[in-house]
């Protein structure tokens, strides 16, 4: 059974900067497409980054430019840099991962809070 373990929320100021973690444990990690999600009070689950197997990437129009997914398939860690962070980035931020090939499986973490404000 796989597991994810999301860390380095926090407080941070407008135009801060804050770098998230995902450790993966109980699956091979390096065939698992690996996402970041968050979601603010009120508002539905958002897709903010994905990395795939391959280690191309993909972001959300609205975080384009300011935040940097990756991976490391030796430390099972997938990471979020978040810079010139603003309010409205304040959410609950988390980790996804998703085998894309068979057997399929999909897993979430916990979710680690990010809150932007003066």
Do not use: H
């Not at 968050?38 to 990395?51: D, N």
């Not at 975080?63 to 997938?78: A, H, L, P």
């Not at 894309?100 to 932007?116: F, H, K, L, S």
């Amino acid at each position: 059974q796989g597991q994810l373990a999301e860390s380095g929320g926090g407080l941070v100021q407008p135009g801060g900067s804050l770098r998230l973690s995902c450790a993966a444990s109980g699956m091979i990690f390096s065939l698992y497409d690996m996402k970041w999600y968050r979601q603010a009070p009120g508002k539905q689950r958002e897709l903010v980054a994905t990395i795939t197997t391959g280690g191309s990437t993909n972001y959300a129009d609205s975080v384009k430019g300011r935040f940097i997914i990756s991976r490391d398939n030796v430390k099972n860690t997938v990471y979020l840099r978040m810079n010139s962070l603003k309010p409205e980035d304040t959410a609950v931020y988390l980790c996804n991962a998703n085998k894309v090939i068979v057997p399929r499986y999909n897993y979430w973490g916990q979710g680690t809070q990010v809150t932007v404000s003066s």
